[in-house]
T-cell receptor, first 113, second 113 residues
Framework: SQTIHQWPATLVQPVGSPLSLECTVEGTSNPNLYWYRQAAGRGLQLLFYSVGIGQISSEVPQNLSASRPQDRQFILSSKKLLLSDSGFYLC????????????FGDGTRLSIL | AQTVTQSQPEMSVQEAETVTLSCTYDTSESDYYLFWYKQPPSRQMILVIRQEAYKQQNATENRFSVNFQKAAKSFSLKISDSQLGDAAMYFCAYWEYGNKLVFGAGTILRVKS
C-alpha cells in the first residue's frame, strides 16, 4: 500500500533562517505531489505541485520554493523565513488519473520566532 | 478561477443525530470532481467521500452521504448517526483540470454527548 512520510512534525525557526521540509511517498511511482499551507483557523492554500521530476508549478509567489530531486521526494525550502511563513504545512500525493484523490501526510507545524 | 464556499464556520450536533454541512462552488466546467475531507485535531487530512460530476447518483460511504445538485452548484455532506469521533474540521474541495484541488475555508463540527 502507498504511504506518505513528512518530517519534521514540528519545527521552530528564527526569522531569517533557512527551511527545508521533506516529503516522501512509498508504494507508488510517478505520483503527483503537492505542498499546502494552512494558516491557523483557515483553509488550505496550494503552494506548489509537481507532475514529475524537476517539474514544479508555483501557485502563490512568495519566498518559498519547492524541488523534486527524485520521483517520490518533494522538498519545500526557503532561504530566509519570514514571520508570515508560520503555519501548518501539508504534503500530499495523488495518482495521475483524472479521478485520483489526494492523500495527505501528517503535516509539519512551523513556528517562526 | 474556481472557488469553493463553505458558509458555516461552525456546526454542532448531538451524538446519534444527523447533521448537514453545506458547500457551494463556482465553475464553468461540466466535468469535475468534488470531495469532502476531514481534519481531526491530529491535523491529518482524511478523504471522506467523493463525487464525480457526470454521475447523477449521490455518493454514499457508510454514515456519510452527499446531496449533489449540479445545476445549483451545491455539494452538501450529511453525517448520520453522528459519533464523537466525527468531531473535526471538514473541508469541501473541488478538483479542476491540471490536478489542482481548490479547498473551501472549512467547517468545524462539534459533537455533543
Amino acid at each position: 500500500s502507498q504511504t506518505i512520510h513528512q518530517w519534521p512534525a514540528t519545527l521552530v525557526q528564527p526569522v531569517g533562517s533557512p527551511l527545508s521540509l521533506e516529503c516522501t511517498v512509498e508504494g507508488t511511482s510517478n505520483p503527483n505531489l503537492y505542498w499546502y499551507r494552512q494558516a491557523a483557523g483557515r483553509g488550505l492554500q496550494l503552494l506548489f505541485y509537481s507532475v514529475g521530476i524537476g517539474q514544479i508549478s508555483s501557485e502563490v509567489p512568495q519566498n518559498l520554493s519547492a524541488s523534486r530531486p527524485q520521483d517520490r521526494q518533494f522538498i519545500l525550502s526557503s532561504k530566509k523565513l519570514l514571520l508570515s511563513d508560520s503555519g501548518f504545512y501539508l504534503c500530499a500525493w495523488s495518482g495521475t488519473g483524472v479521478d485520483q484523490p489526494q492523500h495527505f501526510g501528517d503535516g509539519t507545524r512551523l513556528s517562526i520566532l | 478561477a474556481q472557488t469553493v464556499t463553505q458558509s458555516q464556520p461552525e456546526m454542532s450536533v448531538q451524538e446519534a443525530e444527523t447533521v448537514t454541512l453545506s458547500c457551494t462552488y463556482d465553475t464553468s466546467e461540466s466535468d469535475y470532481y468534488l470531495f469532502w475531507y476531514k481534519q481531526p485535531p491530529s491535523r491529518q487530512m482524511i478523504l471522506v467521500i467523493r463525487q464525480e460530476a457526470y454521475k447523477q447518483q449521490n455518493a454514499t460511504e457508510n454514515r456519510f452521504s452527499v446531496n449533489f445538485q449540479k445545476a445549483a452548484k451545491s455539494f452538501s455532506l450529511k453525517i448520520s448517526d453522528s459519533q464523537l469521533g466525527d468531531a473535526a474540521m471538514y473541508f469541501c474541495a473541488y478538483w479542476e483540470y491540471g490536478n489542482k484541488l481548490v479547498f473551501g475555508a472549512g467547517t468545524i463540527l462539534r459533537v455533543k454527548s
